[in-house]
C-alpha cells in the first residue's frame, strides 16, 4: 500500500495563499490517480481535485475551479496543492489519496470518485482566517 504524507498547511488570511505537497513513499505514484479531499468542520468530506500521473489530466471541484490548481512532480514522486484566493469556506482538513491504479485517466474523468482511492494520508490542517 502507498504511503502518503501531506504537508504545508497552516493559517492564511482570506485572499491569500498555500501549497500542499503529498510525497509518496514505499512505491512509485506512477500510474495512479491522485486526488485532494477535504473536510470541514461538521461537514462530510468532499473532493477538492485530481490528477493523473500518466497523461496529466485534471479534474477540480466546481467549489475551487480557478482558484485551486493541481500539478505533479514524477521525479520527485510528488503531487502538489496550489491555493490561491483563499475564502473561509475552505478551512478544512485536506487529505491526499492515491487510486486508480492503471487506469488513472479514467479515475480522473469519472471525477475522481472517494470509493476509487485506497491508499490515504494523515491529513493537514488549512485554516482560512483574518
Known amino acids: 500500500q502507498v504511503q502518503l504524507v501531506e504537508s504545508g498547511g497552516g493559517l492564511v488570511q482570506p485572499g491569500g495563499s498555500l501549497r500542499l505537497s503529498c510525497t509518496a513513499s514505499g512505491y512509485s505514484l506512477r500510474y495512479y490517480a491522485i486526488a485532494w479531499f477535504r473536510r470541514a468542520p461538521g461537514k462530510e468530506r468532499e473532493g477538492v481535485s485530481c490528477?493523473?500521473?500518466?497523461?496529466?489530466?485534471?479534474y477540480y471541484s466546481d467549489s475551487v475551479e480557478g482558484r485551486f490548481t493541481i500539478s505533479k512532480d514524477n521525479a520527485k514522486n510528488t503531487v502538489y496543492l496550489q491555493m490561491d484566493s483563499l475564502e473561509s469556506e475552505d478551512t478544512a482538513v485536506y487529505y491526499c489519496?492515491?487510486?486508480?491504479?492503471?487506469?488513472?485517466?479514467?479515475?480522473?474523468?469519472?471525477?475522481?470518485?472517494?470509493?476509487?482511492?485506497?491508499?490515504w494520508g494523515q491529513g493537514t490542517q488549512v485554516t482560512v482566517s483574518a
Open positions: 489519496a492515491a487510486g486508480g491504479w492503471g487506469a488513472p485517466a479514467t479515475t480522473v474523468k469519472d471525477k475522481c470518485r472517494e470509493s476509487d482511492f485506497l491508499s
Open positions: 490528477i493523473s500521473t500518466t497523461d496529466g489530466s485534471t
